[in-house]
């Protein structure tokens, strides 16, 4: 049990990638060491996206180290707020993987770094989240979490090649430079991996117009001192595009 919770946020990180002349920016975000008070900077996010038409929104998000060099990558294709495809390149590890939306069904696809190749299938639960489409589906229920109340979510662990249940709920609301802020803890929906798994805290704008921070589980890793890599809880500050 410890070591599927250890994993289970593992590739989480409401972090959305990009190339800049890729498309249009969306946004960028400097990931601290958790604690640091943002005086330890480890990796940076860049996101862009490319509005299709009908719909479909193309999106690409890149975390790299400080060295520019690009540690992991995420491919999204949308409808709307409802995902279709999400591509992973975990490039520390080595991995790549992948959740598509099939009709009534989700298909996970997980290569490791000796190109084993890993598949399953799940039912279609009501609802699939990941990284790319987490704030449009966070604007979707904003009249439910402005009032206090839990919405629940089935969340694409695409390195366990599995969905997992996580509930959303309002813990307090804040004035930051004279902005309403709404601060969100997301939580396992079991109780016993809840019990061993911190929660993310979420920073939103009023109305979820836009993700200003972001403290929990990320997905980079972090270096092992004798090799290996180990799941890293950080600190993410979002930056608005201009």
Request: charged share 30%; proline share 2%.
């Amino acid at each position: 049990m410890k070591t599927k919770s250890k994993l289970l946020l593992a590739g989480f990180c409401l972090s959305l990638f990009v190339e800049a002349a890729w498309a249009k920016v969306d946004f960028t975000a400097v990931v601290y060491e958790k604690g640091s008070k943002q005086s330890k900077k480890l990796f940076t996010l860049e996101r862009s996206a490319e509005d299709k038409g009908s719909g479909l929104i193309e999106a690409k998000s890149v975390f790299s180290d400080l060295s520019g060099a690009p540690v992991l990558e995420e491919r999204s294709s949308l409808n709307g707020s409802a995902l279709v495809r999400v591509e992973v390149d975990q490039k520390q590890t080595q991995q790549k993987g992948s959740i598509t939306r099939v009709g009534d069904q989700v298909e996970f696809s997980v290569t490791s770094a000796d190109g084993k190749v890993k598949t399953a299938t799940e039912k279609f639960a009501g609802s699939l989240v990941v990284p790319a489409n987490f704030t449009y589906w966070v604007r979707d229920h904003w009249a439910e979490l402005e009032k206090g109340e839990t919405v629940e979510m089935r969340f694409g662990v695409w390195e366990r090649a599995e969905t997992v249940g996580f509930k959303l709920f309002k813990i307090s609301e804040e004035s930051v430079e004279g902005q309403k802020v709404f601060v969100f803890k997301m939580k396992a929906s079991s109780f016993i991996i809840a019990a061993l798994v911190d929660p993310i805290i979420f920073k939103y704008s009023d109305k979820g117009e836009r993700l200003i921070a972001l403290e929990g589980r990320v997905a980079p890793k972090r270096a092992k001192a004798g090799g290996g890599w180990s799941d890293l809880d950080a600190e993410v500050i979002y930056t608005q595009a201009k």
